[in-house]
């Protein structure tokens, strides 16, 4: 992943990115279980190219569901992928499933 997404190793530190933000966070939820792990590899590609691409516009960062429960928690996913965006901490809009650069850039349009 590029060096624009911020990819927190525990749920204390999903709340440390979240603070550094002074704009929207798109939090882009990934698995590494067997039925995840293919859509979340080609979503690690998509969701890299967006954070180059939207990198004035918003933070992004990567979150494991299962090294980071509590977010997930949180944020109501249920499954991987699927991405949250976040305006000041609160969910402002929520996709499951992968997505196409363009599906993720007509979400982020949508909604940012």
């Known amino acids: 992943m590029p060096r624009r997404v911020h ?65 997930t928690k949180r944020y109501g996913v249920t499954g991987a992928p699927s991405v949250v965006l976040l305006r000041e901490g609160a969910v402002a809009a929520h996709s499951a499933g992968p997505m196409t650069d363009a599906e993720l850039r007509d979400f982020l349009l949508a909604h940012l």
């Open 7 to 71: 990819q927190p190793l525990e749920d204390e530190e999903v709340d440390f990115v979240l603070r550094m933000s002074d704009g929207p966070v798109l939090a882009y939820f990934s698995g590494t279980w067997p039925k995840a792990i293919e859509a979340c590899r080609a979503m690690d590609l998509v969701v890299g190219r967006i954070a180059e691409e939207y990198a004035n516009r918003l933070m992004v960062m990567k979150i494991d569901i299962t090294r980071c429960p509590k977010a």
